[in-house]
């Protein structure tokens, strides 16, 4: 299959260009390996080669000693890499770009790779985006929104059942040009293999408790459901699931970047309404959520109520794959009056713009109201103004408003 390209890609290359060496993480399958070896010169794969593993205790300079950059794929098969590449970058410093470390999961014991800071680089990839797969156009930039660029464009043409096959499929690039029925097995055989690495990593086995446990965080994405409900969903007619058991799973799928919680954003405010402080809760992908509940195209069309949130969770994944090159990071905003916004993506640069994400169009106007009330609420005069404001949808064309805001259809969407 040819190889598609990825946000990534620039970012990838920016910071090889500026560090010694750049960890590359994310979920199994997301595409980390593929987007690294175009640019490496020499690859090891520890997950599949037992004579690289080998190398690592006996000849670690043959490993080290190959052609730059090298990629070091699955790294944390063989944690000892770690710290022979942090020593190799000193050694060779100012030399950028030596080596490319790939890794699905986070090692046991975190504490040694604290010592690669200044030295290795870290970036996260994610599932693709619909930009990245070919279904949204990316005339509307999220980065020139930020610098008030917007020109209006017609609608991109993907209809609603067609965003319902893209919640359904999600953006593994196995699954590129795949049938609906091939990519429905597929994630119900990588649910599977989520369930192995949780119980491999976590030392309990209880695969159908796991397996409610993803089906309760299909149920909770785009909500601030607490760990208590899980834990007595997880649980059912035994009783709630305890609290270091339900930790000890979360915290397992944390390290297989399948969970990405949007944590709250806490501006300064005009308005003494106390702030709700919990956390958003998203998978990786909206896919994983959809595949765990065993729902298709038919049955999210037929429940467009609880499929908004999953709508919402690609919108999301989106927004993260576009802000990241920014230095983005994603919020949300919930007042104790149920007023609430669901992403504010801020820049390292302390520019902030909103969106609402609606999957209705008809929902627009109210969406564009409860935007304007929320920039009203905001302190301006201590973290500016919002560069813009925008309600993300399915099908409409892109436009402003005369009231300021931006209708952005999510297949008009890019970096």
Known sequence: MPYRKRVADAELARRLSSSGAVLV???KACGKT???????????????????????????????????????DEWQTAPRLWNLVRRAVDDRTPQ?????????????????????????????????????????????SVATLF???????RDPGLTVPDLMERLVVGGWPALLDTDLGTARQWLRD??????????????????????????????AVGTDTSI???????GGADGPVDRDTMSGYLASLRRLMLIEDVPAWAPHMRSTTPLRRSA?????DPSVGVAALGAGPEQLIRDLRVTGFHFEALVVRDLRVYGQPLGGQLAHWRDNNGHEVDVVLTLDDGRWGAFEVKLNPDD????????????QKVDTSVIGPPSFLAVVTTRAAAVRRPDGVLVLPVATLGP
């Open 25 to 27: 993480e994310g979920p």
């Open 34 to 72: 593929a987007t690294a070896e175009r640019l490496a010169a020499s690859t090891y794969r520890f997950d599949v080669d037992d004579g690289a593993r080998a190398l690592v205790a006996s000849a670690p300079e043959v490993l080290l000693d190959a052609e730059t950059p090298i990629l070091l």
């Open 96 to 140: 950028r770009g030596q080596f490319i470390l790939t890794g699905s999961a986070t090692p046991d014991d975190d504490i040694a790779r604290h010592s690669g800071a200044g030295r290795i680089a870290t970036l996260r990839m994610r599932p693709m985006s619909l930009f990245e797969t070919g279904h949204s156009t990316g005339q509307v």
């Open 147 to 153: 610098d008030g660029d917007f020109r209006a464009t």
């Open 190 to 219: 990588y649910l599977t293999t989520v369930v192995a690495d949780v119980q491999q990593l976590d030392g309990r086995r209880a695969p159908e408790r796991l397996r409610r446990l993803l089906t309760s965080l299909g149920r």
């Open 228 to 234: 208590k409900a899980i834990a007595a969903d997880v």
């Open 280 to 284: 958003t809760r998203y998978l990786a």
């Open 364 to 375: 627009v106007e109210p969406a564009a109201d409860s935007l304007l009330r929320f920039a």
